[in-house]
């Protein structure tokens, strides 16, 4: 691993290190151990050359990373597979890297594999939240440090993970919520809203639902009249739509807010069979931010979005590395993420990197 610190640009290094001094401005940030990862991936992080002696840092051996990535269930999914590849071939570190299919015991399954391959470190992208304890303490008991990655797991004890890398649900919850109050702010009439859940039991569905309720209980006049599952998918999020459109008229939502942009997708195919015009009969808010959304904004069909940024994949290299060289972590490291509305989409379209 001597070598893979020396492999790794220096803009990774920088990243982490801005995580150590910056602290983030997200609903967990009051406590210390949260930090925010400032700049993200994507946005050229300024060199901090010289911060990390590599005689300190540089490891003995070629690190080897297991990586149990939950499925390949959406364009936010792909891309962050994409990044995490990309990162880990730019830092020379060897990537074990296993797919679910959004199937937790197949999760179990690769991360035993891992253990008995012992890996040096290993990352898990949790499908759901619930039911990690066994698995953590069986590679606890291997000797290998865990990186949660994305989504969080339901665990009494947290030192059975090193550190949770990934977007504040919530935040995004609460973001699609202020949006819908400010485009409905002349509406005082009840007005209906459709929620398009993820998959259930996922720490991003369960928590932009929090947020986003949360605001919502401010304005008696907007209510969530209807919401299922559809699993992150753009057939889910058409076939759920379609149902909901099944309803009697009176009953069609206003609004909906979609926990991803690829449920949203196969949501604005429902609505146009319906033949209703996305964006105008039914304005859409959406999380993730993926170029496809951003064109579905531009062409009106979509009405805002909010960021969830996939491209971790530099972060985690990073990780792994500082961990291999007995470093500190923070406990909790957020992306920063913005929302997008169809105004500004024309302009960011071509910028969007997924
Ligand atoms: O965990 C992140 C979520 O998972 C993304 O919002 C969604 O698109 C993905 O499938």
């Keep these: 691993m001597r070598t893979v610190l020396k492999r790794l640009p220096l803009r990774l290094h920088s990243c982490l290190l801005v995580f150590l001094v910056l602290l983030g401005g997200c609903s967990d940030s009051a406590n210390p151990n949260v930090q925010?990862?400032?700049p993200s991936p994507d946005r050229s992080p300024a060199l901090l050359s010289g911060l990390?002696?590599?005689?300190?840092?540089?490891?003995?051996?070629?690190?080897?990373?297991?990586?149990s990535q939950l499925g390949s269930e959406?364009?936010?999914?792909?891309?962050n597979t994409a990044s995490i590849r990309e990162a880990a071939e730019e830092a020379g570190i060897t990537l074990r890297l296993g797919?679910?299919?959004?199937?937790?015991?197949?999760?179990?399954?690769?991360?035993?594999?891992f253990i008995r391959d012992k890996v040096d470190v290993i990352a898990v992208a949790p499908v759901v939240q619930t039911g990690w304890e066994p698995i953590l303490l069986e590679i606890r008991q291997a000797g290998i440090p865990v990186i949660i990655v994305d989504r969080s797991v339901n665990v009494e004890d947290s030192s059975l993970y090193v550190t949770f890398i990934g977007s504040d649900f919530y935040q995004e919850g609460v973001k699609a919520a202020k949006y819908v109050i400010d485009k409905m702010?002349?509406?005082?009439?009840?007005?209906?809203?459709?929620?398009?859940?993820?998959?259930?039991?996922?720490?991003?569905?369960?928590?932009?639902?929090?947020?986003?309720?949360?605001?919502?209980?401010?304005?008696?006049?907007?209510?969530?009249t209807m919401s299922a599952p559809a699993d992150f998918t753009?057939?889910?999020?058409?076939?759920?739509?379609?149902?909901?459109?099944?309803?009697?008229?009176?009953?069609?939502?206003?609004?909906?807010?979609s926990h991803n942009d690829?449920?949203?997708?196969?949501?604005?195919?429902?609505?146009?069979?319906?033949?209703?015009?996305?964006?105008?009969?039914?304005?859409?808010?959406?999380?993730?931010g993926t170029r496809r959304a951003f064109e579905q904004m531009v062409a009106g069909n979509i009405n805002a979005v909010v960021e969830c940024n996939p491209l971790?994949?530099?972060?985690?290299?990073?990780?792994?590395?500082?961990?291999?060289?007995?470093?500190?972590?923070?406990?909790?490291?957020?992306?920063?993420?913005?929302?997008?509305?169809?105004?500004?989409?024309?302009?960011?379209?071509?910028?969007?990197?997924y």
Excluded at 52 to 67: D, H, I, R, T
Excluded at 99 to 113: C, L, M, T
């Design 36 to 38: 925010q990862a400032v």
């Design 52 to 67: 990390l002696p590599s005689e300190e840092v540089v490891p003995a051996k070629q690190l080897v990373l297991g990586f």
């Design 74 to 79: 959406s364009a936010w999914r792909e891309a």
């Design 99 to 113: 797919n679910a299919e959004q199937d937790q015991q197949k999760q179990f399954e690769a991360i035993r594999s």
């Design 185 to 224: 702010r002349h509406h005082p009439e009840a007005i209906r809203i459709a929620e398009l859940q993820g998959t259930v039991g996922s720490t991003p569905s369960i928590d932009r639902g929090r947020g986003f309720r949360k605001l919502m209980e401010e304005r008696p006049n907007l209510r969530i």
């Design 234 to 257: 753009q057939s889910g999020g058409r076939e759920v739509m379609r149902t909901f459109l099944q309803q009697p008229e009176e009953k069609w939502p206003r609004v909906l807010f």
């Design 262 to 288: 690829d449920m949203a997708i196969g949501a604005v195919e429902a609505i146009r069979e319906a033949g209703l015009v996305p964006g105008k009969d039914i304005i859409i808010v959406s999380v993730d």
């Design 312 to 353: 971790l994949g530099p972060l985690l290299m990073q990780a792994a590395a500082e961990i291999m060289a007995g470093r500190t972590l923070p406990k909790r490291m957020v992306t920063p993420e913005d929302i997008y509305t169809q105004e500004l989409a024309a302009m960011e379209v071509a910028n969007r990197k």
